[in-house]
């Protein structure tokens, strides 16, 4: 993502990681989760960094590792059904636990690794 620094791209993950956490939660208790206005990602990827551009970074570091922990918690106490379930997301669009935390947490941190990847070459880190 240009433009984006490795602190932003952990503030993006954050918030992705917090919708995916409260969609899950709220299909495990039988509840819709909130909904979400996301006609433009990089307009709400964009929205989440500012809303967390003046976090202390160890707060931001904080947030994304315990809402990440919380989110795998939650995953291995689910019922093994529960991945294969098709649920609606909060933009609604509708498809399974499984590819929610795979298209949303899992190909988004491989394509946030790939940006550091090339950011260190560039850098010579």
């Not at 709400?44 to 947030?63: E, K």
């Not at 609606?88 to 949303?104: A, D, F, H």
């Amino acid at each position: 993502m240009p433009g984006y620094t490795i602190r932003d791209l952990m503030a993006v993950s954050a918030a992705w990681d917090q919708t995916v956490l409260t969609t899950i939660e709220a299909h495990l208790n039988h509840d819709q989760p909130p909904r979400l206005v996301m006609e433009d990602v990089e307009a709400w990827n964009r929205q989440a960094r500012d809303r967390r551009r003046d976090l202390p970074l160890l707060q931001l570091r904080m947030s994304f590792l315990m809402t990440r922990g919380e989110l795998g918690s939650l995953l291995a106490i689910a019922p093994p059904e529960t991945v294969d379930q098709a649920i609606e997301y909060p933009w609604g669009e509708r498809g399974t636990v499984r590819r929610l935390v795979e298209r949303y947490c899992i190909a988004r941190d491989l394509e946030y690794a790939e940006h550091i990847a090339a950011w260190r070459v560039r850098e010579g880190v």
